[in-house]
């Protein structure tokens, strides 16, 4: 017979304790079960949220990883340009530097027959004028004037073939030149000659500087040096033509000078031109916008400044040449530019009656023949650089020659 408890209840057969725990554990759960059973359970939960989690990063890494390949595509073409702009490509040097011991009296003799020959009055305006038709305008002025108001066609075009959106500044540069035409004892002699002297280096070695020290205009591109060279390439200077990454470094290069002329390419240009002609120093944010080291200081007084009439270059490019007109693109203008050399020839027919010029040759059969007559640099870089045409600009000096408007003294460009 079953006995009952003194509190009434039934006493049931105990089971073994090994049977009991787990339906005691299910029915009864202990509060390590309990967070154990909490955490299983919430488990499928964690997982969930983390995979929404992870789906809804990955925009954001996307975006990351989008970022990292442009900073290398942009590191990459970085790399490219510094390569093209600064790689110096190694010539024969010994090479250039020997010159047939004839061709040099050759050289010499033809600049001294040119300087004997009676000068001839506005020959180089006529001879433009008569080769180029109304592509040619004969009454251009050659510097910047200050007039109250600028052309239509000086306002059409971005520099460096117009001063558009910048005639404000042009005018607070003037403002600061006490001269703007060309200098009296300059423009005294009845008749003058100009010899326009190129960097090429086909100089190196014709010994022509005692006759180049002769001509009346002697202009000089860019940095050329003097220093050093004055056997072949004389000392006199009588405008240095060029822009801030462009002009010389050394003081030296500017003792001799009575004008220097200045090309204006782009925006900060004319900040670094005010800078030079008030003596003050470049701001550092204003140097961080040139491609390349610009001079310090330009040891000149303001009334040695000048700047290029726009007009000259836009002449010489869309005129002259034929380029086609800039084409606004994406990443800017599309627009070819002459060289330096180009823009000075046309500039010394303005300038003078009589224009040779020496130290131009541009060889297209020999890639390799040394670019400057101071460096190793060969041509080879100038065909890298896009904005110029070096075939176009060959067939138009040719032509000049030919037809008897420029003579070439050093016989560069029939190499």
Not at 91 to 117: E, F
Not at 139 to 152: H, T
Request: hydrophobic share 40%; glycine share 6%.
């Amino acid at each position: 017979m079953r006995t009952e408890a003194a509190g009434g209840a039934e006493r049931r057969p105990q089971k073994p304790r090994s049977q009991a725990a787990a339906p005691a554990c299910r029915a009864m759960p202990s509060e390590f079960t309990s967070v154990k059973l909490r955490s299983d359970c919430t488990r499928t939960s964690l997982q969930w949220y983390t995979r929404t989690q992870n789906k809804m990063r990955r925009p954001s890494l996307l975006l990351k990883d989008i970022l990292k390949c442009t900073l290398v595509v942009f590191g990459v073409w970085l790399l490219y340009i510094l390569m093209l702009n600064y790689t110096v490509e190694e010539c024969d040097m010994k090479r250039m530097h020997y010159v047939d011991p004839d061709r040099i009296k050759r050289a010499q003799r033809y600049a001294q027959q040119v300087l004997q020959n009676e000068c001839r009055p506005r020959f180089a305006k006529k001879a433009m004028a008569r080769l180029f038709e109304h592509r040619y305008s004969v009454n251009l002025e050659p510097f910047v004037q200050k007039v109250p108001g600028a052309s239509e066609a000086e306002l059409k075009y971005d520099p460096p073939f117009g001063f558009r959106k910048f005639s404000s500044k042009v005018q607070s540069l003037l403002d600061l030149l006490p001269e703007h035409d060309f200098p009296e004892h300059l423009r005294a002699k009845h008749c003058q000659r100009c010899v326009v002297i190129g960097n090429g280096g086909i100089l190196h070695g014709l010994e022509l500087g005692h006759a180049l020290n002769q001509f009346d205009v002697v202009i000089r591109l860019n940095s050329a040096p003097v220093e050093g060279y004055s056997e072949h390439v004389g000392n006199k200077t009588t405008i240095r033509m060029t822009y801030p990454e462009g002009a010389p470094l050394s003081d030296v290069e500017y003792y001799a000078n009575d004008l220097f002329v200045t090309v204006l390419f782009k925006s900060v240009d004319f900040k670094w031109l005010q800078a030079m002609v008030k003596n003050e120093t470049l701001p550092f944010w204003v140097r961080f916008f040139f491609w390349k080291q610009v001079a310090e200081k330009v040891p000149l007084q303001a009334k040695h400044f000048r700047i290029l009439n726009p007009l000259i270059i836009k002449e010489t490019a869309f005129d002259i040449l034929q380029y086609s007109e800039p084409q606004l693109r994406f990443w800017g203008q599309d627009k070819n530019i002459p060289t330096m050399g180009a823009i000075a020839i046309v500039l010394a027919t303005h300038l003078c009656d009589e224009v040779s010029l020496a130290g131009f040759g541009y060889d297209l059969s020999r890639p390799r023949t040394p670019l400057h007559y101071f460096n190793s640099q060969c041509m080879g870089a100038m065909y890298s650089q896009a904005m110029h045409n070096v075939a176009t600009e060959t067939e138009f000096l040719l032509k000049l020659i030919k037809e008897g408007v420029v003579k070439d003294l050093s016989g560069g460009i029939h190499c």
